[in-house]
Each structure stands twice: as C-alpha cells, then as structure tokens.
C-alpha cells in the first residue's frame, strides 16, 4: 500500500518492552499496513508534541503501560478509529467514553491465553503427583518410593471462572478423561454442557472437587472468593490453584489452611503481589509459588505483537477483528 494511502498510526506502550511485543519484523510487517507517525513508542500523551500527531491517529496500538485514553486523549485525537492492544486485559487505559465515541477495540488477550492454559494444566498434573513437596523431601533425605495421596486418575476438577483461559482448560481437562465441574454466574447449563462440563454453584464444587483451578476476573465482588469457609468445604487433599488473580484468594487463610497439611496450593499470583518476605506461604512444604510467570514471558511476548499487527491487517482490510472488544465486556474483563 502506498505509504501516502496509510491510515495513520501510533505505538503507546513502556519503551522498555516494545522491542519485545514488537519486535524489528513485526515493526516492518506493521509499517506496511500503517504510516507510524512517530518511530518510537509513547509512553505519556502530556507532553507538548503528543497532541500534534495523536491529531493524525486513526490507529493506536497499545500494550503495557499505555496511559489511559482520556477525554482529553481522545479529544486530541478526532480521527482514531481503533485501539488495538498487544496484550491482555483493555481495562486499565480504556473506558467507556472510547467506546462512546464509536472507536473499535482489539485485545491481544487470546494470545496470551494458551501459556497460561499450559502453566495451568503443568500445575495440576505435577500438583498431582505430589511433584512439589515429594521434591523438597527428597533434597531433605527422604526418597518416596510409593504415594498413596499421587496420581491423577480418576481426579474431579474443578474449574471457577468460564473465561478465555477457564473455557481452554475445560477442553483440555475433558479431552484427557477428566470429570470438569465449572462455577460462572454469567454461565448457563446449556452452555456448560457444551464444554463437557457440569454447571454448579461454587460451594458445591469446592465439596466436590479434587483439584479447584482459579479463572475469575478481578472484580470487586470476586475479591476473596476463596476464604476460609470455602477452603473448610474442600476435601483432604484437594489442591489450590490459582494461575488468574491473587485477590480471588485470601492468602491469610490459604497460608492456615495448608499448615495443617490437609490441603496443598499452587499460585502463580498472590494477594498482595510480590508477597513480602517471610510470609507464612513460603515455608509451606505443601504450597509452590511462582512469580506471576503463567502467561507470555520472554521469547513468547512477540505473539502478542503478532496478534495485533495481524488485527490491524484485518481493520484496514475491513475484515472483522478476531479479539474484537465489546462496551458490555469492561466490567467482566481481568
């Protein structure tokens, strides 16, 4: 396309980790699609030459750290038609007033989904196996030859949250054989029944589940979904795993909980996150932590930047946008 014929572009996201999202042939492959009227990335829209080319922008490609798109953003810039986000969750720098303004939204959050269903379902499998403390006691002296408590045959999970990566994990726990119960209030049974799962309300599926995995969206009403009482509803030697966000867990009861050894935890995020040194959930043979390292790292962080060139493609070819955004979805959203 003629560079003349170019819808008008522009990347706001940290500098530090657009050569990774967005690397020198995505760079390219995106410059053919789009005039960028600034070679480097934006990470503050209140400096003096911002609004002189946000004037021009009819597409924005964000990503981590993008600042929020204000009234006083999008006043500035009268021609953007689209945001297209090289990452997950759009909630933190758009809101409604983007969306009144009739500008299309694009979230790479599909392409982050598939390294968390994979760090989630390594979890459960190893968490099964009793992997983690069987691990710590063998570097301690004490070799298990045989686990009464080990294996994942026969094992009932429990999935709370049929979001992007709860329904992959639904998939990928049905295809292996696994009975899959499955807690949404925005969920019906039909459409659970449709996944291969059971539709149940959550105390239920914490009385019957062997391994309970987190895909809630942080929301105000999800805060602690997981406290003390619904830890009491687990049964011995269930397992905790939380791979979406720590609030949906009261670490203060979770770190009770697993110190009478009665159920054990794996969490790749916590609340609060980092938790401080020394807190009681690290000492915990039974509990393996990790540091919010489930979705894409390193070398996995250009699909994001993939997947966002490939929907601006798709907007200038007037095709629908695969991770298309919808007003009613921000309150839902992560």
Same mark, same amino acid.
């Given at each position: 396309?003629?560079?003349? /014929? ?46 002189? #080319? ?22 500035? +810039? ?16 758009? =809101? ?12 790479? /959050? ?17 968490? =099964?196996? #009793? !992997? ?10 004490? %070799? ?47 459409? +659970? +029944? ?37 830890? !009491?509803?687990?049964?011995?030697? !269930? ?19 697993? /110190? ?17 040194? =020394? ?27 993939? %997947? /966002? ?21 921000? +309150?839902?959203?992560?």
């Amino acid at each position: 396309m003629p560079q003349a /014929a170019r819808p008008a572009g522009m990347i706001a996201m940290s500098r530090s980790v657009a050569p990774a999202v967005l690397p020198p042939d995505l760079l390219f492959r995106l410059g053919e699609t789009v005039r960028l009227v600034q070679d480097e990335a934006v990470e503050s829209f209140d400096d003096d030459v911002s609004p002189v #080319r946000l004037a021009e922008v009819e597409i924005l490609v964000t990503g981590w750290s993008c600042p929020p798109l204000t009234e006083r953003v999008l006043d500035a +810039a009268p021609r953007l038609r689209a945001v297209v986000h090289a990452a997950g969750s759009v909630k933190a720098h758009v =809101g409604p007033e983007v969306f009144a303004r009739g500008i299309v939204v694009s979230s790479a /959050a599909d392409a982050n989904a598939e390294p968390v269903v994979d760090f989630t379902v390594a979890l459960v499998t190893l968490a =099964g196996k #009793r !992997a983690f403390g069987m691990a710590r006691g063998y570097a301690a002296g004490r %070799y298990a030859e045989f686990g009464q408590r080990t294996g994942n045959d026969g094992r009932v999970i429990g999935v709370v949250g049929a979001s992007r990566i709860g329904r992959r994990v639904i998939a990928r726990f049905v295809a292996a054989g696994h009975r899959v119960l499955v807690a949404d209030p925005h969920l019906d049974p039909v459409d +659970a +029944a449709g996944l291969g799962a059971e539709l149940t309300e959550l105390d239920e599926l914490c009385r019957r589940c062997d391994v309970v995995t987190l895909h809630a969206p942080q929301l105000p009403e999800t805060r602690h979904l997981i406290d003390e009482r619904r830890l !009491a509803l687990l049964p011995d030697g !269930a397992i905790l795993v939380n791979t979406a966000r720590g609030s949906l867990v009261d670490s203060e009861a979770l770190a009770r909980a697993c /110190a009478t050894g009665r159920i054990d935890a794996c969490l790749d995020v916590t609340d609060p996150e980092p938790l401080p040194a =020394g807190h009681p959930l690290f000492a915990l043979p039974n509990v393996w932590i990790t540091p919010h390292l489930a979705g894409v790292q390193g070398s996995e962080v250009r699909r994001l930047g993939a %997947y /966002a060139v490939a929907e601006v493609e798709r907007f200038v070819a007037g095709e629908p946008l695969l991770g298309a955004v919808r007003a009613e979805q921000l +309150a839902l959203l992560a």
